[in-house]
């Protein structure tokens, strides 16, 4: 078993379930007490999420670069960011550590692709649903047309994500705003729609007959667990 490497606190509430999940499935595979073997760092969201909002992204990237080394030195064999926002990031990381990332757009994809779908809805962070990090990388290497939510609906999505989600915070409200914009973007081609921030699947479950979500905590902790075992 490969020892996976967990760049966590983007939050911690995800990476609480990041941990969660990857030792739960691991167990599933193997049985008995397994575990998988993993290094975590956590930064403090605190100390990282003003930088962002205010676009100083080369301090947000010397966070990401300082805490992806010390996995590298505690032993890890590959990179987890557990984190979508973060992705964006992936090429200067990737220049920074010897170690591979496993990308969770590409994790999500597969997903996708399985599922038979060519067009999906993104929620995310405003900086996941506005730049192009993550629409172009689903787009030019796996051929899916991700939709975002309008201006308004955006900022109501990263508002709840920041101030709400990222504190543990969960309130019908939210989620009751979350699901009319799912349905927006399924008015608008949306075949479905990728939970793109780590916290989301938090507050957003599937419903039946409803159009299909794509966790990609879930995605990408299960990924990780495959390629630990492959």
């Known amino acids: 078993m490969k020892t996976i ?20 499935i691991a167990r599933e595979r193997l049985g008995g007490n397994h575990s998988a073997k993993s290094v975590m760092v956590s930064v ?13 992204w080369d301090r947000v990237l010397a966070h990401m670069i300082a805490a992806s080394k010390a996995i590298e030195r505690g032993g890890a064999d590959f990179l987890v960011l557990c984190t979508n926002t973060m992705h964006k990031f992936v090429a200067e990381i990737g220049r920074e550590v010897t170690i591979p990332i496993l990308h969770i ?46 201006k308004e609906e955006r900022e109501r999505v990263h508002k709840v994500i920041i101030d ?4 543990g915070v969960t309130n019908a409200a939210s989620r009751d705003a979350y699901w009319r914009v799912i349905n927006n973007l399924a008015l608008r081609g949306a075949q479905g729609v990728i939970l793109g921030c780590t916290e989301i699947p938090l507050l957003v479950k599937p419903e039946p007959g409803a159009i299909p979500l794509f966790d990609t905590t879930e995605i990408h902790a299960r990924a990780a667990v495959d390629y630990a075992l492959a």
């Open 5 to 24: 490497g967990l760049l966590g606190g983007m939050t911690s509430e995800s990476s609480l379930v990041y941990y969660k999940r990857i030792n739960e």
């Open 105 to 150: 757009a590409d994790a999500t994809a597969d997903a996708i692709k399985k599922a038979g779908l060519k067009k999906v809805g993104l929620l995310g962070t405003r900086f996941t649903m506005e730049e192009d990090f993550y629409r172009g990388r689903l787009l030019e290497k796996h051929g899916i047309t991700a939709l975002v939510p309008e």
């Open 44 to 56: 403090d969201f605190a100390e990282v999420e003003p930088h962002m909002e205010r676009g100083e």
């Open 164 to 167: 709400e989600l990222s504190r």
